[in-house]
């Protein structure tokens, strides 16, 4: 029988977060980084030591947000993504985009031997694999693509646990950690070296005034030289015009309890997506499975997703959704959109490595140095014509269907009514109803309940409220509490 005994990461029951305080003053700083999962947090490693006065703010707490909810693999063997970067862009990009990701593993690497950080870092060979012949040749293309690259690949016809596959591959030199873990250690390296660090601390507005910007609180204001936009679903960005350069994805992970000692990652490229991982507490052993990934805009129903694990019939201890941010090209939005502000967005699924590359990209940029990887990423590259249909395409289907049906017929605790002309989502538990508008503040869209996670999800661009109405993820700013 398969119990759901934690509808959250594995990762929240590891670490211990020590709160730090909400911005009650006003501030000046050279830097402002708003956002504190790993890639805030490690934007504001890199600038340390450059003698800037540098300040992190958080709409929540730190951590929270999409790291939290990562399987935290240090790979470069990502699905077919040189396959289709060569496609979408080009062979150049390719290459340059894996000796990115190389070189992101070696940073992550390097700061935790060097600053001794515990976050269960250990070398995890890659696999990819496929269970579907139809598949081979497209495996068989990525690695005589990464062959041409100069990496040693090995050819496998079964993965480390003896599961039998059609046709795979293996690398080495890729890693696994408990992102959550390195989080933690680094953000108390920065407090160390003078980096000011607020929680609960959301910016409502930038405001250029001359060669600074001024970014509002609810009472207070920062001013600083530059902003560093290290958001999920950058929501400072109209001229950036985000909804037609992404569509996003919705994935479903669990945490069970391994008894064999293993220890590798794998990804197929069959569908439903298939990827594990494995993972030592200090107490157990557990597999993390990752199975199924839909458009953001497609097939609504997370329960029906999340039910789909019962087919295997293990006993999970975790269950949670992530969602990921996927470029028309493939390639990450990382770089300057306006004079002295940065963004670092669109990961397609692989924000550890993203992350901490486009840290050392944003740094070099804030100094004025060389940088190889700054053309590749650079965010202001025209939209991608061949992947406009599927961009264009989710994000209207998102906002029509959320539009026009707000009450889904899955929906088994919540019911919608309308009072005083505004829709309310009415979530029924035990003899408690509670009430929050359905309408997200970004754009207009209805949320969606999720019934296994019990939040209120935004269909088109991600946002995430809790049954209170607050929101927990963006790009929303503002809350749906029921007034």
């Keep these: 029988m398969v119990i759901f005994l934690k509808n959250y990461s594995i990762w929240n029951d590891e670490v211990n977060f020590i709160k730090r305080d909400k911005l009650d003053k006003n501030i000046n700083v050279d830097i402002l980084v708003i956002g504190g999962g790993i890639t805030g947090i490690s934007c504001c490693f890199q600038l340390i030591g450059t003698n ?54 070696k940073i992550v690497k390097d700061i935790v031997t060097k600053e001794k950080i515990n976050c269960n870092f250990e070398k995890s060979d890659s696999y990819l694999f496929c269970e579907d012949e139809s598949k081979i040749n497209n495996i068989k293309n990525e690695k005589k693509i990464l062959e041409n690259f100069g990496c040693e690949v090995k050819e496998v016809d079964s993965l480390p646990d003896k599961n039998k596959c059609g046709y795979g591959i293996k690398v080495d030199g890729t890693y696994c950690f408990h992102p959550l873990k390195y989080l933690v250690e680094l953000e108390k390296v ?36 530059e902003v560093v936009l290290a958001l999920h679903y950058p929501y400072f960005t109209v001229p950036f015009f985000m909804p037609f350069k992404v569509h996003l994805e919705k994935s479903y992970v669990s945490a069970f309890l391994e008894k064999n000692n293993l220890n590798f990652n794998a990804i197929n490229l069959d569908k439903p997506v298939k990827s594990v991982r494995f993972y030592k507490s200090d107490e157990n052993k557990y597999k993390i499975f990752l199975y199924g990934s839909r458009n953001l805009a497609m097939d609504v129903n997370d329960k029906k997703h999340f039910d789909k694990f019962k087919e295997f019939n293990y006993d999970y201890k975790y269950l949670w959704s992530n969602i990921d941010i996927i470029t028309g090209d493939f390639i ?11 963004i670092a967005t669109g990961y397609n699924t692989w924000g550890m490595t993203n992350s901490s590359i486009a840290a050392v990209v944003i740094r070099d940029l804030i100094l004025k140095k060389e940088n190889k990887y700054i053309n590749l990423f650079n965010p202001k590259r025209g939209i991608n014509i061949l992947s406009l249909p599927l961009v264009f395409g989710s994000n209207a289907k998102s906002y029509i269907e959320s539009t026009i049906n707000s009450n889904k017929k899955f929906y088994e ?57 607050k929101v927990i993820n963006g790009p929303s700013n503002f809350d749906i509490t029921y007034k």
């Design 52 to 105: 800037k006065k540098i300040a992190l703010v958080d709409a929540n707490s730190i951590g929270s947000g999409i790291t939290s909810r990562t399987t935290g693999k240090l790979t470069f063997l990502q699905e077919g993504i040189y396959s289709k970067i060569k496609k979408y862009s080009n062979a150049n990009n390719a290459k340059l985009y894996y000796e990115a990701q190389k070189d992101s593993i």
């Design 190 to 225: 920065l407090l160390n070296r003078g980096v000011k660090i607020y929680e609960n601390t959301r910016i409502y507005s930038i405001n250029e005034f001359g060669n600074y910007y001024i970014c509002k609180s609810d009472k207070y204001s920062i001013h600083t030289k």
């Design 332 to 342: 990450p939005y990382i770089g300057e959109i306006m004079k002295g502000v940065y």
């Design 413 to 469: 605790s919540v019911r919608i009514e309308e009072i005083n002309g505004k829709k309310i989502g009415i979530y029924n538990y035990g003899n408690k109803e509670y009430k929050v508008y359905i309408k997200c503040p970004h754009m207009g869209c209805n949320l969606v309940f999720n019934e296994v996670e019990k939040t209120w999800d935004c269909p088109c661009h991600g946002s995430r409220f809790n049954i209170y109405g």
